[in-house]
C-alpha cells in the first residue's frame, strides 16, 4: 500500500494505530522526538514509494486518519542497519541513547513482522521538525 496523501502531502503514520501510534505522536508533538525509522525494503520498495527528502511537507496522522500536524523534513538517508548512529538513537526519541540500542529494540519487532534484518539491511533514517501543530485548532 502507497502512503496515503492529505491535502497534497505524503502521510506519515508512526507505529501500529491506538496506544502505540498515539504516544509515538504525542513524542514528536512535545518536542520529543525528531526521527523515525524504517525498514526500507518493506515499508518503501514493497510499496514504490522513495525516501523523503529535505524540504518535504508530511502530513503527521492519528489513528483514526486524522491530519494533527505537519512535519517538515530536514535530513533523510539510507543506512545499514549496523549503521545507525547514536545520533540518531538520540533524535529519534523513544528512550534509545546509542545505536546499540536502536538496533537492540528494533530487530526483535521487525523479525516478528517477518522482516528479514541483518547487518547490511537498509533502513531509512529521517529527521524532521513540527510546523504545525492542529491539536489546539
Do not use: C
Not at 39 to 48: I, L, T
Not at 90 to 103: K, N
Not at 113 to 133: A, C, K, P, R, W
Amino acid at each position: 500500500m502507497a502512503f496515503p496523501v492529505v491535502k497534497g502531502m505524503r502521510a506519515i503514520e508512526f507505529g501500529t494505530p491506538g496506544e502505540n501510534r498515539e504516544h509515538l505522536n504525542s513524542l514528536v508533538l512535545d518536542a520529543n522526538k525528531r526521527a523515525t525509522a524504517g525498514h526500507f525494503k518493506h515499508d518503501y520498495e514493497d510499496h514504490g514509494e522513495s525516501l523523503e527528502y529535505v524540504g518535504e511537507r508530511l502530513a503527521m496522522l492519528d489513528s483514526d486518519g486524522n491530519h494533527v500536524a505537519t512535519l517538515l523534513v530536514t535530513r533523510a538517508e539510507l543506512v545499514r542497519f549496523a549503521d545507525v548512529s547514536d545520533e540518531f538513537a538520540i533524535a529519534e526519541g523513544e528512550g534509545d541513547l546509542t545505536g546499540d540500542e536502536y538496533r537492540a529494540g528494533y530487530r526483535p519487532g521487525w523479525e516478528r513482522m517477518g522482516y528479514e534484518v541483518t547487518d547490511d539491511t537498509i533502513v531509512s533514517t529521517v529527521y524532521f521538525d513540527l510546523i504545525e501543530d492542529f491539536r489546539q485548532k
